[in-house]
């Protein structure tokens, strides 16, 4: 490496890759708060993070509901608990995200 006279680092990633992580950032898991003792699984993981991180303002419930209509029961109640707390207007055209 001493004739490098110029490196550089980059990362490739797949298309939608910052609109997932800006999801797990809205419903707070990325946060590293510390997990208590009997939280064991990404379920239980997202329904304690999802007392810490209130339901956004924004009308989304169209979106909300057609990303849910083929999940049941608990699966549906998670999917919709996350989805109320994730910014989505950006799928509508209403906000640019980079």
């Not at 992580?21 to 993981?45: K, M, N, Y």
Request: charge should be neutral; hydrophobic fraction near 45%.
């Amino acid at each position: 490496m001493s004739e490098c006279e110029t490196f550089i680092r980059g990362t490739f990633r797949f298309k939608g890759f910052s609109a997932i992580i800006s999801a797990f950032h809205d419903v707070g898991l990325t946060c590293d708060d510390v997990v208590p003792a009997g939280v064991a699984t990404l379920r239980e993981l997202s329904a304690w993070r999802f007392t810490k991180v209130p339901e956004l303002a924004h009308d989304n419930a169209a979106l909300v509901d057609a990303s849910c209509a083929q999940l049941t029961g608990n699966d549906q109640k998670l999917a919709k608990a996350l989805l109320n707390r994730v910014d989505t207007r950006y799928l509508n055209g209403d906000m640019k995200r980079v």
